[in-house]
């Protein structure tokens, strides 16, 4: 272990046209090849079909998308006499959002459609509707850790 200190995280600023913290964190999650401009684009575009689509603010079916893929539980791999185990852990907020926007992104990208706009928001409104692949992800979550739940004992060390 480290014994230097530890770095403070750092957040991003939020998001210009919706003045949101998690609609910035989908923008840098959606970057690749640091093309920031095309990635507030797309959610930008994303959050106008979504608008259409739902006749809803699309900023609350966002957050309501990642209200429902937020995992609760999960599990990591614990070494004890020998043996490891996955041992079931409570999954932090910062950590929950953050996977709910990873499996959002990451089936968005695995849909077929003609552009990425229109997959995020088939994907994000398909969450907020507790349907779809990312939903799927979380529920698959919480079952790795449905047949361990009697190492309990070992998540106190943890």
Known sequence: M???NISKKRFPEADSTYNSYL??????RILKSGKKNLAQNIVNAAFEIIKVKTNEDPLVVFERAIRNASPVVE????RIGGST???PVEVSGFRATNLSLRWIIQYSRQRVGRTMSIKLANEIID???DIGN???KKEETHKMQM???H???FVINY
């Open 75 to 78: 599990v990591k791999a614990r």
């Open 2 to 4: 480290s014994r230097r």
């Open 23 to 28: 609609v910035s964190l989908l923008i840098t």
């Open 85 to 87: 185990y996955q041992v």
């Open 151 to 153: 190492l309990h004992i």
């Open 134 to 136: 990312t939903i799927k």
């Open 127 to 129: 969450t907020a509707n």
């Open 147 to 149: 047949p361990i739940k």
